[in-house]
């Protein structure tokens, strides 16, 4: 969790950085100073041309007039080498503003990269879950399509079935319809037969009646013939007209003998197809129906195995889609065992939570365990909740056991912060107040020190001078009382008599170890011995009284100093003190910042009661606390200098990008922070420079020079030589 919010505050970090670069705005001054540059490379190269034609026209000049035209040729080069500084100074101004906004600008390369490879795991992430769904709905339309299929098998069966049973009645009715039709033909031929038999005696009776007419006929003939004999004409007639009769007869005979076979032909026809009618037209039009529902199942049969064999086709690529799906599946779930199996051993290696929550109880002991009772009964903000009551609870060491360390019930963390928080702040509070006398009264120790010390120096002074006039006064007179020299000493330095009195008068009321006494004793020795010479002899003198006085204040001026040391390291120890206090306010700032950020980020109710009682305890503070947003603010602002990660990854990605150059690129970098860090190598690097053009710009004048004189020499031509002996 702390990885993902320095990433993101990475993340913001750099998107701050390169909102501050302004890229558009960055680009457009680049433009301006691309173009100003590619201006001053155009109007370098017309100097250059320019220098170049004012050369040779200086190389062409006598020699009379070059001494005037050196002047304005190197005007020139002064103009020219004015420019180049000024190009250089503007190219150079233009890098160190490029590099200001992008030398402490962040790679935006890994952000990018961690963008992008997000956005790719979450279009993966989402590809994968829709092609999950997808897969899923694939299995089930397959499952419903398996089940279709399985169902259009069973029917396939069915139909097969019903198939087979219509093949077995067709068989049945092949067999009765040959059976019907074997007793149909038997039928036709056997009525044929009757038919030809029933003929057959027709035609014998037919002829045994014309056989018994052709008598009666013969016997009417014979008897006619001779009865025709008798009447010959008649009976002539006669038999004409019964034969024509009989013909007539005979030809009727013969028609209806035509027509009833006619008549027989198609009454075997009619009882033919009676009997078909009778045994096979209900079979027929069942054969019919049957062809009919086996042509319309065969179709379907046709059309049932070419959906079957489609389903087949579509349920082996399911399957194999499926089986890919399987092994992708298999593939994820492979990683995601290895994921848990790497989260596992990243579990097995926090398996110590529960000793260093109990080290953090044992800690929170040690640096909690200094508060008193009263402290901790003031801890409770003389509440009534239920909390109140295990406030006044004194602080327990944590059991050793672990496991129930952590079932152990303690007080929270805020309630020891705040706690800690209060009785640093009331010591943070007295250690003011002494920090507050100790520096007045190291003022008014400092104050007293110089006045000593000015007093110090006056005295040194008056003390030289009258060593001085002590020693003048033993060398020009030995044998002059010393009375006299008192006198004369006095009427010399009256005002100094008057200035050694008052001020160690003024000294013996500042002093605090006898000097008082001393200086008044002196004080009155010198007037006595004013009004009093008669009474010193001359083996007396002032000398060893003056120098026991300059011991004395020896000493003291020792003692003096001996206390302006002490002033020195009681006003080390306090600056010591201040040192430790600000490190202290530090720390209760860094925890009161830890539990402003707990109390936004829990927002329970427990710790909003909490914040409501450090808000009164707080209010309650002395106003030599609460008084000061200025410290507050140096505080936060030191706290945000320590505590500032960006700083330290800054210098640790400035310090690995130096290790990962190559030596000679480290060699560039330092030479340009040599270069750039010290004024006087600027200095030198641009007179180094500007000599470069020059000796460059001289050479390619020189070279230029050269060339046209060649070109000259080439083009000009040759002078004739005149022969002696031709003249």
């Known amino acids: 969790m702390a990885t993902v919010l320095s990433d993101g505050s990475d993340f913001s970090q750099a998107l701050a950085t390169w909102r501050d670069i302004n890229l558009s705005t960055l680009q457009k001054s680049l433009d301006t100073s691309g173009l100003e540059i590619v201006e001053n490379q155009k109007d370098s190269l017309m100097g250059r041309k320019k220098l170049a034609e004012q050369t040779r026209d200086f190389k062409k000049m006598p020699d009379q007039e070059k001494v005037g035209g050196f002047k304005g040729l190197l005007k020139a080069y002064q103009a020219e080498i004015d420019a180049l500084t000024k190009r250089s100074k503007t190219s150079e101004s233009a890098f160190l503003n490029i590099y200001k906004l992008l030398a402490e600008a962040p790679d935006p390369y890994p952000l990018l990269e961690a963008a992008v490879d997000q956005t790719v795991r979450a279009s993966e992430a989402k590809l994968l879950e829709s092609e999950l769904s997808r897969a899923n709905d694939q299995i089930k339309s397959l499952k419903s399509q398996l089940k279709e299929a399985e169902k259009v098998e069973k029917e396939s069966q069915k139909q097969a079935e019903k198939l087979e049973k219509l093949e077995s009645k067709l068989e049945d009715i092949v067999k009765l319809q040959v059976s019907n039709k074997e007793a149909e033909l038997d039928a036709v031929y056997g009525e044929r037969i009757m038919n030809f038999q029933q003929r057959e005696k027709d035609l014998t009776k037919q002829l ?7 008598a009666d006929l013969r016997t009417s003939n014979e008897s006619n013939q001779a009865k025709i004999l008798d009447d010959s004409s008649r009976r002539d007639f006669e038999t004409v007209s019964r034969r024509a009769e009989i013909e007539l007869v005979e030809v009727d005979l013969e028609r209806s003998q035509r027509r009833i076979e006619e008549v027989e032909r198609r009454n075997e026809k009619l009882r033919a197809e009676i009997e078909a009618v009778r045994s096979g037209s209900e079979a027929q039009e069942r054969i019919q129906t049957l062809e009919s ?30 089986s890919k799906t399987e092994t992708e599946y298999t593939r994820q779930i492979k990683k995601l065992e290895q994921e848990i199996s790497a989260l596992k051993d990243k579990l097995a290696q926090y398996s110590d939570y529960d000793e260093i929550k109990r080290e953090l109880e044992i800690i929170k002991y040690v640096e909690f365990a ?3 009772p009263e402290d901790e009964d003031n801890a409770g903000y003389d509440d009534c909740s239920p909390d109140s009551s295990s406030l006044n609870i004194a602080i327990k060491m944590p059991n050793p056991n672990a496991e129930k360390a952590n079932k152990q019930k303690t007080k929270s963390l805020e309630t020891l912060l705040m706690s800690k928080n209060r009785k640093l702040q009331d010591d943070l509070t007295t250690l003011r107040v002494m920090h507050d006398d100790l520096l007045v009264s190291s003022r008014m120790n400092t104050i007293e020190h110089e006045k000593v010390q000015s007093e110090l120096e006056k005295l040194k002074a008056l003390n030289e001078n009258l060593e001085n006039d002590l020693s003048r006064m033993q060398a020009s007179s030995t044998q002059t009382p010393a009375a006299n020299n008192l006198e004369t000493l006095v009427g010399k330095n009256p005002d100094s008599d008057r200035f050694s009195s008052n001020e160690l008068g003024r000294g013996s009321l500042k002093d605090e170890s006898g000097l008082e006494s001393s200086a008044r004793g002196l004080g009155k020795s010198l007037p006595n011995t004013r009004h009093e010479p008669h009474r010193i002899t001359s083996d007396t003198s002032i000398l060893p009284i003056i120098t026991s006085q300059r011991d004395r204040f020896r000493q003291r001026n020792s003692e003096l100093e001996e206390e302006l040391r002490k002033q020195f390291e009681t006003i080390s120890m306090t600056r ?23 109390r936004d980020n829990s927002g329970g109710t427990t710790l909003n009661d909490q914040s409501s009682r450090f808000n009164r305890f707080s209010s309650s503070i002395p106003s030599t606390v609460s008084r000061k947003d200025e410290e507050l603010s140096k505080y936060r602002g030191i ?17 690995g990008a130096l290790q990962a150059l190559n030596p000679l690129d480290k060699l560039v970098l330092h030479t340009a922070n040599y270069v750039l860090g010290s004024r006087l190598a600027r ?27 060649l070109q000259g020499s080439t083009l000009r031509p040759p002078i004739p030589v005149r022969n002696s002996a031709s003249s």
Do not use: C
Not at 208 to 214: G, R
Not at 297 to 303: A, H, I, K, P
């Open 293 to 322: 529902q086996i042509t319309e199942l065969q179709s379907e049969t046709t059309r049932l195995l070419s959906t079957l064999e489609t389903q087949k086709n579509t349920i082996d690529e399911l399957q194999e889609q499926r």
């Open 683 to 709: 200095n030198l690097f641009l007179v180094y420079v500007v000599t470069l053009h020059a000796l460059l710009f001289f050479t390619y004048g020189e070279s230029a020079w050269r060339s046209d004189d």
């Open 639 to 655: 706290y945000e200098e320590h505590m500032n990660p960006f700083e330290r990854f800054r210098g640790r990605e400035r310090m």
């Open 208 to 214: 045994e009646l014309t056989k018994k007419q052709l």
């Open 370 to 372: 200094s508060l008193n």
């Open 576 to 598: 010591n003190e201040m040192k430790s206090l600000q490190n202290d306010n530090l720390k209760l700032y860094e925890k009161v910042r830890y539990l402003q950020s707990y």
